[in-house]
T-cell receptor, first 115, second 115 residues
Framework: QQQVKQSPQSLIVQKGGISIINCAYE??????FPWYQQFPGKGPALLIA?????SEKKEGRFTISFNKSAKQFSLHIMDSQPGDSATYFC??????????????FGQGTILTVHP | GAVVSQHPSWVICKSGTSVKIECRSL??????MFWYRQFPKQSLMLMAT?????????EQGVEKDKFLINHASLTLSTLTVTSAHPEDSSFYIC???????????FGPGTRLTVT
């Protein structure tokens, strides 16, 4: 029940295209959903995050769409650039209880943006 | 976002020896830090939660006697891998947060290779 399932495993997009990565969770106690970007040999960097009281959040070229009833959320990268090529992880956590702050990560998506 | 550093960035040690990894929050006081492990081409797995001034709490399956965590100050947590073996070779990453632990920022990671 703690799983977060992420798809696709890998994604190839042309420069200027839209990259879409999907995640699904099972535990309805999750109430914080961040996305992280990780380059090889580096720690993950927080991109954008959403709480379940909103259905969409946009920051620059990055948008999270959230569907609480379906227990799904997705990351959209608009106007994808070669510099966006990295591994993206969705995650989920609870902001209360004994599991406060612990992140459960999806399996990761390797994004390649061709010039 | 918060700035988190780790030291060393990479370390090679012989089987049977111990290695200490430091995680520092550079611009804020962190009462809680998290330690993750990431094997090549895999996702991040939470190992333990480090609490300032108290004992760490470990995730199921993580040996607390092997992975010693100390959080002696609000800016420093350490992870000591004791009696390291080749299977402990991994990327170890710490994280902490500012606006409550649920908004987490990660350190750059430490690559441990046990020969």
């Amino acid at each position: 029940q703690q799983q977060v399932k992420q798809s696709p495993q890998s994604l190839i997009v042309q420069k200027g295209g839209i990259s879409i990565i999907n995640c699904a969770y099972e535990n309805t106690a999750f109430d914080y959903f961040p996305w992280y970007q990780q380059f090889p040999g580096k720690g993950p960097a927080l991109l954008i995050a959403i709480r379940p009281d909103v259905s969409e959040k946009k920051e620059g070229r990055f948008t999270i769409s959230f569907n609480k009833s379906a227990k799904q959320f997705s990351l959209h990268i608009m106007d994808s650039q070669p510099g966006d090529s990295a591994t993206y992880f969705c995650a989920a956590s609870m902001t209360g209880g004994t599991s406060y702050g612990k992140l459960t990560f999806g399996q990761g998506t390797i994004l390649t943006v061709h010039p | 976002g918060a700035v988190v550093s780790q030291h060393p960035s990479w370390v090679i040690c012989k089987s049977g020896t111990s290695v200490k990894i430091e995680c520092r929050s550079l611009d804020f006081q962190a009462t809680t830090m998290f330690w993750y492990r990431q094997f090549p081409k895999q996702s991040l797995m939470l190992m333990a939660t480090s609490n300032e001034g108290s004992k760490a709490t470990y995730e199921q399956g993580v040996e607390k006697d092997k992975f010693l965590i100390n959080h002696a100050s609000l800016t420093l947590s350490t992870l000591t891998v004791t009696s390291a073996h080749p299977e402990d070779s991994s990327f170890y990453i710490c994280s902490t947060g500012t606006a409550g632990p649920y908004e987490q920022y990660f350190g750059p990671g430490t690559r441990l290779t046990v020969t």
